[in-house]
């Protein structure tokens, strides 16, 4: 065997180091004309087509370009060669006319047109072509071309499996990516309905096709859930038996099924449903389908179903991978936010039980209507509860959510009355939804006027009915359209049904104790009279001197009650993503500042993934540059791949960064035997430390609500605490909490006072008592305003509206 030519072996050379086929075509043509004088090279590659043979260029040099069309593979030039012949073929230019090599644009006359095939294990594989201008080419020119022909074919060739398989790792790649968003999306939320809504519409948008369905086990039934796309053979809601459709067979199987033929028996079963249609409602037959199961915990819960797959194409074993793949995140989904529907419902049912027990429990009405619009929040997703009660078929607003008592004059209020007379007329459920694709004139006017005052976009309002005839109505408003599902609203049918009972009985006991007031009244009326005068005078005397002091005399008036020490900043630092704590920097009580390393996470991994993807980002950036270069048609999708590794590596060095716990404030180390969490594991998102900043707190005074009204921002407060008994701590109250508290069946409000505590005097949790300066009123107003509105409202709740 001779030894290859010096030209050869650096031709070798930088083969060697470009891996991509357009380049390699590029440095051989550059090669062929540095090897002949005043020419030009194209190099061509024989591709099998849809249509046969194909010539496509992949690389040239010299004064030529490619025109409008490729090079025929049927052209009487190259005929010859694809026949079999090894040999070389050469034209001259005379011999050739214009039209036969009408595939590139040159400026001169040729002088020669010379084909000489490269081929690898016998078979030839492309074509390299040669213009010469100034003179045919000669036999040393042919022969200086043999060691060049033969690298072409196996350097072309391995440069193209070797992008074949970069794509194959791009498209796998691609795909994890896919899968991941795909989980990420699905896991956003836990209501089980949008999952079951998303589930087609995101499977769909990374395996094309004309429809995507959701089927799940209704019983025995194979039931359609969801659906993404255009299918006319099925629609919402039908319901598969195994001898009715391939799907339900296939899930009874348990195995996944992939059919690619549009003639068989089970998809022209199928299609038969098409045939009731008109031309109009018809969609495309369904050709090719691919179904696989659902999992969960070694149970089938139902399957994911493709039809039709896009571009032309159908499903083939690696889409029916993929789509198991997917299966298994939708699988993932829908066991978890089942999970979450189940326990909703049990904490529905438990809401309810503990509503009940408060609804039997008094026979007050105003405590009993407090009770039915505040105690369900807890589970029922409104805004707004209010109950009306019927007098003589006209409703009254009795009760709102949040308000002890309804207040005179708010404007939120008025249009709530204004709703509840309206109501007066329904006599049946009212539900009514503003969408955004519906507009306010499809609701009675009267409701879309309370929603465009209020803001609320969803009104349930239910009668409450006994065999007496309505009590009243009950109520719910968000500014959710949708925030009351279905098991909600069965609770809400429960409730009102028990709130119409506990109702009617507190109505009908208020009138009996009336007897039972009066009567000692009148017996200590008949003893008065029976006095004598100068006794009676007395007493006459010392009831106006006592009723000149309560009348006249000023008194300061103040508002007692419990004061707790808050603090004003409270952080949790938690792990930013999952990994151990490798060492703990503070300890418990410790003053730290703000951006003070508290501990450190494991990071070796994640430094290692830094390096890897740090690796593939600059060998990414290489074949970029290359591909540039060479003016590759490569060059787009390398540019793709490297935005992609840049993101990547941000990523990564994001993580890196983040293994240090850092404090976001000044304050102190809060959390017990910090210490100890040295060598723990967590888990995204879980605690690793707290940070408690003490320079200022908030001292809450709990305020009751029939006091709640007098107290103002503004207002003097003086606070003394169990811990310092000796000491007073004076502020000014800041804000009085639009939000109660229950406190032993009590409704409490929280006026909040802020104090300076800049040598950390005070700490968390510390109790007293507080007390709340509103001025100066008259004696009798402070001594006997609590008796006289007991008083008040209980005569009230006796006597009447």
Not at 374 to 386: G, K, T
């Amino acid at each position: 065997m001779s030894m290859p030519s010096r030209p050869a072996l650096e031709l070798t050379n930088e083969l060697l180091t470009a891996t991509d086929s357009s380049v390699r075509a590029r440095l051989i043509a550059l090669a062929v004309v540095e090897s002949i004088k005043d020419s030009a090279c194209l190099v061509h590659r024989l591709l099998e087509g849809d249509e046969g043979p194909m010539l496509l260029p992949v690389g040239m040099a010299g004064p030529v370009s490619m025109g409008e069309q490729m090079l025929p593979a049927d052209s009487d030039l190259v005929l010859p060669l694809l026949a079999g012949r090894e040999e070389s073929l050469v034209y001259s230019g005379a011999q050739v006319p214009r039209e036969e090599y009408a595939h590139v644009n040159v400026s001169r006359s040729i002088a020669s047109l010379v084909y000489v095939p490269f081929s690898q294990a016998g078979t030839v594989v492309g074509l390299i072509e040669v213009l010469t201008f100034a003179e045919p080419i000669t036999a040393a020119e042919l022969e200086r071309l043999a060691d060049l022909v033969t690298l072409a074919g196996p350097a072309i060739l391995a440069a193209e499996e070797f992008e074949r398989q970069r794509q194959d790792l791009l498209d796998s790649v691609h795909r994890m990516t896919q899968l991941y968003d795909l989980e990420k999306s699905l896991n956003a939320t836990l209501e089980l309905d949008a999952v079951i809504a998303m589930a087609p519409a995101k499977t769909s948008a990374m395996l094309e096709c004309q429809a995507m369905h959701l089927w799940l086990f209704d019983g025995d039934e194979l039931r359609l859930m969801a659906a993404h796309g255009e299918d006319a053979t099925v629609e919402i809601g039908a319901i598969q038996t195994p001898d009715e459709g391939y799907v339900a067979t296939m899930a009874h199987e348990g195995e996944p099924l992939l059919i690619d033929d549009a003639e068989d028996p089970r998809l022209l079963q199928r299609n038969t449903a098409l045939e009731s249609l008109s031309e109009e409602q018809r969609t495309e037959r369904v050709t090719n389908a691919l179904v696989v199961p659902l999992m969960q915990d070694e149970s089938e819960v139902g399957v994911l179903e493709a039809v039709n797959r896009g571009g032309g194409k159908v499903f083939d074993e690696d889409d029916q991978f993929f789509l198991s793949a997917m299966a298994e995140t939708v699988s993932n989904a829908l066991k978890n936010a089942s999970l979450m529907h189940a326990e909703r419902k049990l904490e529905i049912l438990e809401a309810l039980v503990h509503v009940s027990s408060e609804i039997t429990s008094t026979l007050r009405l105003d405590r009993l209507l407090q009770i039915i619009v505040n105690s369900p929040q807890s589970v029922l997703p409104y805004e707004l509860s209010a109950i009306a009660l019927d007098n003589r078929g006209n409703l009254q607003l009795k009760a709102v959510s949040g308000m002890a008592s309804i207040p005179m004059g708010d404007v939120q209020v008025d249009r709530l009355k204004d709703l509840v007379r309206w109501l007066s007329s329904e006599s049946s459920v009212l539900h009514a939804r503003q969408t955004e694709q519906e507009n306010a004139e499809e609701i009675a006017e009267a409701v879309a006027r309370y929603f465009e005052g209020t803001g609320y976009r969803a009104l349930y309002a239910l009668p409450l009915v006994d065999d007496q005839g309505r009590v009243g109505m009950l109520l719910y408003a968000a500014s959710d359209p949708d925030f009351l599902d279905a098991a909600q609203m069965e609770m809400v049918k429960i409730l009102a049904a028990q709130a119409t009972v506990a109702i009617r009985n507190a109505l009908l006991y208020r009138e009996v104790p009336l007897i039972g007031l009066l009567e000692p009244l009148m017996q200590k009326k008949r003893e008065i009279l029976r006095t004598s005068g100068s006794r009676r005078l007395f007493y006459g005397g010392l009831t106006a001197a006592v009723l000149l002091f309560l009348l006249f005399c000023p008194l300061p008036m103040r508002i007692s009650g419990e004061a707790t020490v808050e603090p004003q900043h409270l952080v949790t630092i938690a792990a930013p993503t999952d990994g151990n704590v490798e060492a703990v920097a503070v300890r418990e009580g410790q003053r730290v500042t703000a951006g003070q390393q508290l501990g450190t996470m494991n990071d070796w991994q994640w430094k290692a993934d830094l390096a890897a993807t740090q690796a593939k980002y600059e060998a990414a950036e290489l074949g970029m540059e290359a591909s540039l270069a060479g003016g590759s048609a490569q060059a787009g999708e390398d540019r793709a791949q490297v935005e992609y590794l840049r993101t990547a590596v941000a990523r990564a060095q994001s993580r890196v960064d983040s293994a240090e716990l850092r404090s976001p404030i000044d304050g102190l180390v809060a959390t017990p035997a910090l210490q100890s969490a040295a060598g723990e594991h967590l888990n995204a998102g879980d605690p690793f430390a707290k940070v408690l900043d003490l320079s200022s707190v908030v001292m809450d005074i709990s305020i009751a609500q029939s006091d709640v009204a007098l107290v103002r921002p503004g207002d003097r407060a003086v606070i003394k605490l169990d811990s310092y008994p000796q000491q007073t701590w004076r502020g000014v109250v800041n804000i009085v909490s639009p939000l109660a508290q229950t406190v032993n069946d009590e409704r409490t409000f929280a006026a909040r006072v802020p104090l300076e505590n800049r040598n950390a005097t005070l700490r968390a949790g510390m109790s007293g008592h507080g007390k709340i300066f509103i001025g100066y009123r008259s004696a009798g107003y402070v001594l006997l305003r609590k008796p006289a509105l007991w008083i008040w409202q209980t005569l009230w709740n006796w006597i009447g509206w």
